[in-house]
């Protein structure tokens, strides 16, 4: 019995044109926070708790935000191989 797998194939690349437009993004603001780090508009105290929220949170959280994008485009990889080897 052959089983198609075309559509799911079709679904795959979608989701991949759909993850590189979401890190195309976070990469965007990834470089925004970057930037409001290395600004001089702003000084003292205030300069100072914005760059450790943005430096200890926010660029994790997008960075992290990539991985799991990454881990999702994997994972669904993997399924596609089991699936195939099951079935094989």
Known sequence: ???DVSEVRVQKELLVISVNSIKEQLS?????????????SLK???KD????KVTNYQIP??????NALDSIVDRYDGLMKLFQDTVS
Request: aromatic fraction near 4%; charged fraction near 20%.
């Open 1 to 3: 019995m052959k089983i």
């Open 28 to 40: 965007v603001s990834r470089s925004r926070l970057s930037e409001v780090v290395s600004t001089d």
């Open 44 to 46: 003292g105290v205030v």
């Open 49 to 52: 708790a914005i760059n450790q």
């Open 61 to 66: 959280l997008v960075d992290n935000y990539v």
